[in-house]
């Protein structure tokens, strides 16, 4: 399989990488894209963080701006984000590097959400995430 496959056949380029490399056959592989390849799952790491981060927060500021509607559901969210972020913290620990960034970026788009959501203005959310990320993920914690 050329280098080609990687546009035309990814997954028969992975097994091919994967077995050459193992192989040690270091100069037959497609070094080059195989790198692009890792740098890409890194990025999809640190995605999923955000993404996950962001529905904690969307739940978060729920709970706090919305009392009269919480449930269940909103308690089983914000339970469950706390779970996977957990492990998702645990499988990647060098996560921890860019978690002030992450929650940055999470937190922009759990306010665009919650707006959306709620119906309430923008404005009635804090500008910054009032919460630290050990207070997010304290199963004790429930904004008020």
């Known amino acids: 399989m050329s280098n080609s496959a990687y ?16 192989a040690g056959q270091f100069s037959r592989a497609d070094i080059e894209h195989v790198a692009e390849e890792i740098e890409s799952m890194g990025k999809g790491e ?3 963080l955000v993404n996950r981060l962001a529905i904690l ?8 701006f919305q009392p009269a509607l919480r449930g269940p559901s909103w308690r089983a969210t914000i ?12 499988d990647n620990p060098s996560l ?3 978690l002030d960034e992450a929650i940055q970026q999470a937190y922009g788009n759990a306010v665009i959400e ?4 709620t119906g309430l203005p923008e404005t009635t959310f ?14 004790a914690f429930w904004p008020e």
């Open 126 to 139: 804090p500008a910054e995430c009032p919460w630290a990320f050990e207070d997010m993920m304290d199963e």
């Open 79 to 90: 339970r469950v984000q706390r779970r996977d972020l957990a492990v998702h913290m645990n």
């Open 96 to 98: 921890k590097s860019v």
């Open 114 to 117: 919650a707006e959306a959501e």
């Open 57 to 64: 927060l969307l739940h978060l500021l729920k709970w706090r």
């Open 7 to 22: 546009d035309s056949d990814f997954y028969g380029w992975a097994k091919e990488q994967a077995a050459l490399l193992r």
């Open 46 to 48: 640190k995605r999923e």
